[in-house]
């Protein structure tokens, strides 16, 4: 015994003076399962405890007697039966049937992917206990692998009602959206409601697993997974394991539908589905008797019920009681029957060789013999295929249809399919592709990425990336649409609609609104503000002067190098004010005073002179110098003064 079971304070504890605990079983998170014997029947049973920590919260002991309640109205030979429910002191606890064995999930890390025959002999058992559930009004809401019981004799049950509820009080929200969120239907994710159709869900998902080894969704966090079976479809188990029969895949995608409307109403119409498939693939789960009915065990458990062997699975089982022997007088009635039985057996024999004789003349004549099978004409053009087939003496009829896979001009298939039987000289239908079809999309500006990646996956286009950019002409979150034809011709924006085709790839182009701006701003905020905005800022500045910004603050940027969009990551260069700009004074010595003024002021000074030389006419007066002389650099408005001189 481990140190663990050592340490379980209620091993070897007497619980209600009935349940002597043996060891420990299992633990999850809501409660701890022992083995146990029931001394007053002289059984073992399996003791389901709940959690002392959980035993003051009255939700947890309401779905705790829930499960009780739920797996007691359950008479079906693949469901746990519930025995008892009870309280000892503080502890709540279930009486349970004690099925020695491993469960699913157990199965599926030792073996990672089933058979075919196994994974329909478990969906077979798991449905027929669902089926009494659903019939009952009983919706389980947990179906997973770790509920799947495999037991050593070959029993299979399904177990833990814990999150069971009527069909009439179906919804859950919050901290009550239960269930492993790998197996969690759509509706549950979207709106928090279940129903028998949610169980059906979770066993399309556990038989893609069983048939591939693997989930169809994963993801790093619970939401990504939990988003996947909102918005995506399962895909077909084939594409995994190509061993898959196509009966199989049908069932797994009926069964994982999104809407819940398209899938099974409930266990019993997917079961029904299992059973003509089973007859289809002539596969049918073995069934034996593991006792005689009511004989004890030798571990003093009563039996005598019919159990399932898994087939290829290595989990048999050999009778532990011989059935009944058969009396001396059944013997010799049994030998006087084979006795007279040999004369009609001749009869017989002869019969059959004559109708068998019959059956090949109409076989060969008017019956299946002298039909042909349609040919294999995928990827020839219609000429190819139309000779192939007239090899068999059938008359080929053309027929376009588009197609993403398969080149124009080139055969998708037929119709009838290839391998079908048919009568010589029957038309068949040559599927000639057409190519992509031709799409018109509509403006997808203003809506979510989700959205728009939505409608493009409807029209069979992929997003193969996206980019962000800032703009001042689109608001942050806008999306564009990049299309890239498959036939390699010139991309197509699609931003507000285009017309394409399906097959090609899409690249989003999403807004991130105006570039922050930083003009006014110090060099390091400047510097800060781009680099938050995932741009590269060289360490080189342009100076340039300024009348608005002053010296020293940033006035901008450069533009884009190539010009367009700024995206993360770009290079920005940044344009720092050195100050007002400065202007040359103009050289005016030897002009008149009025012609001197109207030069200084054009350049964008003003000018002063002496007032005693205003009343002098123009052509009088003469220039003789300036202060600041010709050639200074001065601010625009400096006030410049001029010498004037009279001559005659």
């Known amino acids: 015994m481990s140190t663990s079971q050592q340490t379980d304070p209620l091993i070897g504890r007497l619980v209600d003076g009935r349940y002597r605990v043996r060891a420990r079983i299992a633990r999850g998170g809501m409660a701890t399962v022992y083995v146990a014997t029931d001394l007053r029947l002289e059984r073992r049973i399996a003791l389901k405890v709940m959690h002392g920590h959980l035993s003051d919260d009255t939700v947890f002991q309401s779905r705790f007697i829930q499960e009780a309640r739920a797996a007691a109205r359950l008479a079906d030979p693949h469901v746990v039966n519930v025995f008892d429910q009870g309280q000892d002191g503080d502890m709540a606890y279930l009486v349970m049937e004690y099925l020695p064995g491993i469960t699913l999930r157990e199965l599926l890390r030792e073996q990672r992917r089933l058979t075919v025959p196994q994974a329909v002999s478990i969906l077979d058992a798991i449905l027929s206990g669902l089926a009494a559930a659903h019939r009952a009004g009983i919706v389980h809401r947990d179906v997973k692998p770790e509920n799947v019981l495999l037991a050593e004799d070959g029993r299979i049950k399904i177990g833990d009602f814990g999150l069971a509820r009527a069909t009439t009080a179906n919804t859950a929200t919050g901290a009550q959206l239960l269930g492993t969120i790998a197996y969690l239907a759509p509706e549950l994710v979207t709106r928090g409601t279940a129903d028998a159709r949610s169980d059906i869900y979770a066993l399309g998902i556990m038989l893609y697993e069983m048939l591939t080894g693997e989930q169809p969704y994963k993801g790093e966090q619970p939401m990504q997974i939990a988003f ?25 995608l009926w069964a ?24 289809d693939l002539a596969i049918a789960p073995v069934v034996t008797r593991t006792a005689l009915i009511g004989a004890p065990r030798d571990d003093g ?8 062997v ?11 009681h011989p059935l009944d022997e058969v009396d001396n007088a059944t013997q010799l009635r049994s030998a006087m029957k084979r006795r007279q039985s040999r004369g009609a057996w001749i ?36 000429a190819e295929a139309q000779a192939r087939l007239a090899e068999d003496s059938l ?22 399919p290839s391998g079908s039987r048919v009568d010589k000289d029957a038309d068949v239908t040559v599927l000639i592709s057409l190519g992509p079809a031709e799409v018109q999309l509509e403006s997808m500006l203003g809506k979510p990425k989700a959205e728009v990646a939505g409608l493009l996956d409807t029209q069979q286009i992929t997003v193969d990336g996206e980019r962000v950019f800032y703009t001042e002409t689109a608001p942050d979150g806008i999306v564009g649409v990049m ?20 097959g090609d790839t899409a690249t989003l182009w999403v807004s991130l609104g105006p570039l922050p701006s930083v003009q006014g701003q110090s060099v390091d905020a400047a510097r800060a503000t781009l680099t938050d905005a995932e741009l590269v800022v060289t360490d080189d500045v342009i100076e340039q002067a300024s009348e608005d910004i002053a010296e020293g603050l940033v006035i901008g940027t450069t533009e884009r190098e190539g010009g367009n969009w700024w995206r993360p990551g770009d290079e920005v260069t940044l344009i720092v004010s050195n100050g007002p700009p400065l202007f040359e004074v103009p050289d005016v010595v030897g002009q008149t005073r009025d ?14 002179y002496s007032a005693l030389w205003a009343p002098f006419p123009d052509e009088v007066t003469e220039v003789a110098s300036s202060d600041p002389v010709a050639g200074s650099m001065l601010l625009k408005g400096t006030r410049v003064y001029i010498e004037i001189t009279v001559s005659g």
């Open 310 to 320: 898994l087939p290829s699975t290595g989990m048999t089982l050999t009778p532990t």
């Open 301 to 308: 458990i009563p039996s005598g019920e019919l159990t399932a």
């Open 595 to 608: 012609g001197a003024i109207a030069d200084l002021e054009a350049a964008g000074f003003q000018v002063d």
């Open 347 to 382: 009869v017989a024999l002869v019969v059959l060789l004559a109708a068998l004789a019959a059956g090949l003349g109409w076989w060969f004549g008017s019956g299946p013999g002298s039909m042909v099978a349609v040919a294999d004409v995928s990827g020839m053009t219609f």
């Open 228 to 252: 996947q079976h909102a918005t995506d479809s399962v895909p077909r188990p084939s594409v995994k394991n190509p061993g898959v029969p196509e009966p199989l895949d049908e069932l797994v």
């Open 256 to 279: 994982t539908e999104k809407n819940p409307d398209d899938r099974p109403v409930d266990a019993r119409e997917m079961l029904e589905r299992l059973r003509e498939i089973e007859r």
């Open 395 to 416: 008359v080929a009829i053309e027929r376009g249809e588009n197609s993403i896979e398969v080149e124009a001009g080139r055969a998708i298939g037929t119709d009838p």
């Open 483 to 502: 299309i890239h034809p498959a036939d390699g011709s010139e991309d197509v924006p699609c931003g507000e609609g285009c017309t394409v085709h399906q």
